[in-house]
């Protein structure tokens, strides 16, 4: 996605106008038109008004996705009495099937005996609580999964 378009985007989930957002930087509405198209950019001081404006980092507004936002603003407006209700290996496995059958094939109780060790080792070693200690073995699993795939593509 071009800059053009992320600002574009992070504007209107603003519910501001070209207007609006040219007064409150102190430009003309056709710079912001320009910068929405991709004919010009604004330069780092703007880009950081730009960022306060539409409540984003630097990072989010270059890489503003709005299917993104959306899909975070809901998980962010989920309360975990709801979060738990959700049985999320189905809502995954429509996604990755793997998911709703892997029981049947792989020894679970293998693997449990050498993933509870890790989670207990961080919990001892770092005092993490239960959630901290799989959110934490979950992240390290996913950075193993980024470096496998990138080896192989």
Same mark, same amino acid.
């Given at each position: 996605?071009?800059?053009?378009?992320?600002?574009?985007?992070? +504007?209107?989930?603003?519910?501001?106008?070209?207007?609006? @957002?040219? *007064?409150?930087?102190?430009?003309? +509405?056709?710079? =912001?038109?320009?910068?929405?198209?991709? *004919?010009?950019?604004? /330069?780092? +001081?703007?880009?950081?008004?730009?960022?306060?404006?539409?409540?984003?980092?630097? /990072?989010?507004?270059?890489?503003?996705?709005?299917? @993104?936002?959306?899909?975070?603003?809901?998980? /962010?407006?989920?309360? *975990?009495? @709801?979060? %738990?209700?959700?049985?999320?290996?189905?809502?995954?496995?429509?996604?990755?099937?793997?998911?709703?059958?892997?029981?049947?094939?792989?020894?679970? /109780?293998?693997?449990?005996?050498?993933?509870?060790?890790?989670?207990? %080792?961080?919990?001892?070693?770092?005092?993490?609580?239960?959630?901290?200690?799989?959110? @934490?073995?979950?992240? =390290?699993?996913?950075?193993?999964?980024?470096?496998?795939?990138? +080896?192989?593509?």
């Amino acid at each position: 996605m071009e800059l053009g378009n992320n600002l574009f985007n992070a +504007r209107k989930k603003s519910g501001l106008s070209q207007e609006e @957002v040219a *007064e409150k930087l102190g430009v003309s +509405r056709q710079t =912001i038109s320009k910068w929405e198209l991709d *004919e010009t950019l604004p /330069d780092i +001081r703007q880009s950081k008004k730009l960022s306060l404006l539409y409540h984003l980092s630097l /990072d989010e507004l270059i890489d503003f996705d709005l299917d @993104v936002q959306e899909i975070q603003e809901v998980i /962010d407006k989920t309360s *975990e009495e @709801v979060q %738990n209700k959700v049985d999320w290996t189905k809502m995954w496995g429509k996604k990755y099937p793997i998911l709703t059958t892997y029981q049947k094939e792989v020894d679970i /109780d293998f693997y449990t005996v050498g993933l509870t060790a890790l989670l207990d %080792n961080l919990q001892k070693k770092y005092n993490y609580n239960d959630i901290d200690s799989f959110l @934490v073995l979950k992240d =390290i699993l996913a950075v193993i999964w980024k470096k496998k795939s990138a +080896r192989t593509q």
